[in-house]
């Protein structure tokens, strides 16, 4: 089993349109997650920190549950400029190890 | 500019021969990172320093590969012997590690990436 996974894409959803994306960790030793958002032939970048209790961040709600160990993205209205890949990260074992799932891709048409 | 700095932007090399990728974090980060990354492929972790003390290097690191921090600054990564396989984006990353922060607050900065073509 990978370490983190992430649901496979990509996701085509048209203007204004929730989507969701969800991934797993294995290590339930792990206690901080992430995640980042990447454009086409860019580095990755921190989209949020997702924390115990849910955390959101004006279209965008990160959920956690450690009991499944289990992340999940939000996206509510989506513009054209969410199109990217997301990328979900969870740190191993306590430790500063950052581990990345293998990105989805959202594509969002007009 | 005061973000991460990676170089070489691009390097492309014959199967066999080093090559040497640096790293310039943000200046107060204490901690470095070093990842991978292929087309349509999430990064994939290779090592991370604390300071000038390497914690933890990929499996997957063959003893091609060694990286370096010696004064707790810069980074280095050098591939030693290229193959073909190694054809990638070399990302590294910063982040600033403190234990007063709650957990969440080890946020990455990446650098644009140094691509590596292997010919």
Request: net charge neutral; aromatic share 10%; with cysteine.
């Amino acid at each position: 089993r990978k370490e983190v996974e992430q649901d496979p894409g990509p996701f085509n959803v048209p203007e204004g349109a929730t989507v969701a994306f969800n991934c797993t960790y294995s290590n339930s030793a792990s206690q901080s997650f992430f995640w980042y958002r990447q454009d086409c032939r860019k580095e990755p970048k921190l989209l949020m920190s997702v924390y115990s209790s849910g955390n959101e961040d004006g279209r965008f709600t990160a959920q956690l549950n450690r009991a499944s160990q289990y992340i999940s993205l939000l996206i509510r209205d989506s513009k054209l400029s969410d199109s990217a890949t997301y990328l979900c990260v969870v740190n191993y074992n306590q430790g500063g190890k950052l581990i990345f799932g293998q990105g989805t891709e959202l594509s969002v048409k007009p | 500019d005061t973000g991460v700095s990676q170089d070489p932007r691009h390097k492309i090399t014959k199967r066999g021969q080093n090559v040497t990728f640096r790293c310039d974090p943000i200046s107060e980060h204490n901690r470095l990172y070093w990842y991978r990354q292929t087309l349509g492929q999430g990064p994939e972790f290779l090592t991370y320093f604390q300071n000038e003390a390497q914690l933890e290097k990929s499996r997957l690191l063959s003893d091609r590969f060694s990286a370096e921090r010696p004064k707790g600054s810069f980074s280095t990564l050098e591939i030693q012997r290229t193959e073909q396989g190694d054809s990638a984006m070399y990302l590294c990353a910063s982040s600033l590690d403190d234990p007063l922060l709650p957990t969440g607050s080890n946020v990455l900065t990446f650098g644009a990436g140094s691509r590596l073509t292997v010919l």
